[in-house]
């Protein structure tokens, strides 16, 4: 069976089209710009991209172009052979505590969540209406970035404000990348051949989360009522105390969403830098000796083994650590340095393994008392499994 995995955003929509017998990439791509002049796709097959500018008014021009070519490419010979269409959804809210076939009403309780999510909902929901034009009674499956972390317990989702926030207005942790944290979950079960072990999983990207996994079940995570909370990221602040809105809010003349919008933008790696938001830029810059690169990676070090380290009692001890994501798969460095700081806790890795990039592989030594892993993670795969395994179980 073959499987389109979508992930629409406001302008822009990527697909993995999957052959899921062998769960094998046949072809990927994107459609950028769309509704913004200059608008263009690009399509990976058989070892070759292709590149085009075109005109594409909104999303269902842009899934009109995507199917044509992927029959004119010969990636496949009929619209018959899409078995079905998994789509990326943000926010379920507490609704969702899994993935589900898209009905009206999962379209309608995305537009009803849009304040929760309001760049990714509705573009969610253009991707879902848009596919609903072209392929009209295909089943299509939505899998929440939220849903993973439903299992976590009251006292860990609810923040300690007054209740009525939480009743009345939904403040609480929601928790995100929770898709990538279950294909890291599921990637460990295959690995130790059990799922009854206790897993930090960091992705660390341009955003990040870290989440405690127990028996495959979330028990906590960084990301909060936003994706702006927890550890530091490439553009967003993490965790800061909430007294500096108001006080920078009167010091640079400007209203909380101004100031949340620089928590978001131009914080983080970017921030402290004062350069780049990207991983790659902050190393170099260190290597030319630049104190607040220097700075800046040092933070990012210090927040994510905060929450390793918070996570570890939570857990009562930790099996494994694994990173994933840009950093993580990617900046030997920065998994050196957590590690390091981890020494305490008898986290040992091999340093020659950890120069692999963007790879599977065992970074702990023999004698390190918790196993480390890198492992890619793969949202799109995972959309495509749940997206199987609903149509097969209906
Ligand atoms: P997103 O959250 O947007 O999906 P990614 O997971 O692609 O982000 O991560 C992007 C980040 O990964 C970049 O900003 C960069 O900091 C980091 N990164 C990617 N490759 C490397 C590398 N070789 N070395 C260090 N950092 C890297």
């Given at each position: 069976m073959k499987i389109i995995s979508i992930n629409a955003g406001s302008s822009s929509l990527k697909f993995t089209l999957f052959e899921m017998d062998n769960e094998e990439v046949i072809s990927s791509g994107v459609f950028e710009r769309i509704g913004i002049e200059g608008s263009k796709y690009t399509i990976k097959y058989n070892g070759e991209k292709i590149e085009q500018e075109i005109e594409l008014k909104d999303h269902t021009d842009a899934v009109k172009v995507l199917l044509e070519k992927l029959i004119d490419l010969n990636i496949i010979k009929s619209l018959d052979e899409i078995g079905g269409v998994g789509h990326r959804l943000v926010h379920g809210k507490d609704k969702y505590s899994k993935s589900v076939i898209i009905t009206d009403e999962v379209i309608e309780d995305l537009e009803n969540f849009r304040k929760f999510a309001p760049l990714h909902n509705p573009a969610n929901v253009l991707g879902i209406k848009a596919f609903k034009e072209a392929l009209g009674d295909v089943a299509m499956v939505g899998v929440f970035d939220t849903a993973f972390h439903q299992t976590m317990e009251k006292e860990a989702y609810l923040y300690p404000v007054p209740y009525k926030w939480y009743e009345e207005?939904?403040?609480r942790k929601y928790g995100f990348h929770g898709t990538s944290h279950r294909y890291i979950a599921s990637s460990v079960k295959q690995i130790l051949g059990r799922e009854d072990f206790k897993l930090i999983s960091c992705h660390i990207g341009n955003g990040g989360s870290i989440c405690a996994i127990d028996n495959m079940k979330?028990?906590?995570?960084?990301?909060?009522?936003?994706?702006?909370?927890g550890i530091m990221m490439g553009t967003r602040s993490g965790d800061i105390d909430p007294s500096i809105i108001p006080y920078v809010m009167e010091k640079e003349g400007k209203n909380a969403s101004e100031v949340v919008e620089d928590l978001n933008k131009v914080s983080g790696l970017l921030g402290l830098s004062e350069y780049s938001s990207d991983m790659r830029d902050i190393l170099e810059k260190i290597d030319n000796q630049d104190e607040k690169a220097l700075l800046a990676k040092k933070k990012y070090v210090r927040r994510v083994v905060d929450y390793i380290a918070q996570y570890y009692v939570l857990l009562g001890g930790v099996d494994v650590i694994c990173f994933t994501a840009g950093v993580g798969e990617n900046s030997v460095p920065v998994r050196k340095e957590i590690c390091e700081a981890l020494a305490c806790l008898g986290v040992k890795i091999d340093l020659e393994l950890n120069n692999k990039r963007g790879e599977l592989v065992k970074l702990s030594t023999d004698d390190s008392k918790i196993l480390v892993y890198v492992i890619p993670t793969d949202e799109e795969l995972m959309i495509a499994r749940d997206t199987m395994n609903l149509i097969q179980n209906r």
């Open positions: 207005y939904g403040v979330c028990v906590d995570t960084s990301m909060g009522f936003t994706p702006l909370a």
